[in-house]
């Protein structure tokens, strides 16, 4: 059955941090880019507007985009089949609902994990 399960989302001050966790099926994982994406809060339906703010090979090669590049880090145990997300100096523009996935193919969608930032 193919799974996500993101989890350790919260409510923090502008600054601090939060580390999502996400738990995937072994037959989404294994050997497959990761990536977490953010849905913003007023999007119009689900999965609209869906951004991708940092990805990780099988191998462990990261990527993010400018905005969270130095604040979040993603890494992942491929023992356990999860992938995580530490964000750092978190900011109100952080705000979001948080999903794992795999890009490019794009699973079911779990049903993310909250974070918001307040200022």
């Known amino acids: 059955q193919v799974q996500l399960v993101e989890s350790g989302g919260g409510l923090v001050q502008a600054g601090g941090s939060l580390r999502l966790s996400c738990v995937a099926s072994r037959s989404i994982f294994s050997g497959k880019t990761m990536g977490w994406y953010r849905q913003p809060p007023g999007a119009q339906r689900p999965g609209a507007q869906r951004e991708l703010v940092a990805a990780i090979t099988g191998e462990g090669s990261t990527s993010y985009p400018d905005a969270v590049k130095g604040r979040f880090t993603i890494s992942r145990d491929n023992a356990k089949n999860m992938v995580y997300l530490q964000m750092n100096d978190l900011r109100p523009e952080d705000t979001g609902v948080y999903y794992c996935?795999?890009?490019?193919?794009?699973?079911?969608w779990g049903q993310g994990t909250q974070v918001t930032v307040s200022s």
């Open positions: 996935n795999v890009p490019g193919i794009l699973y079911k």
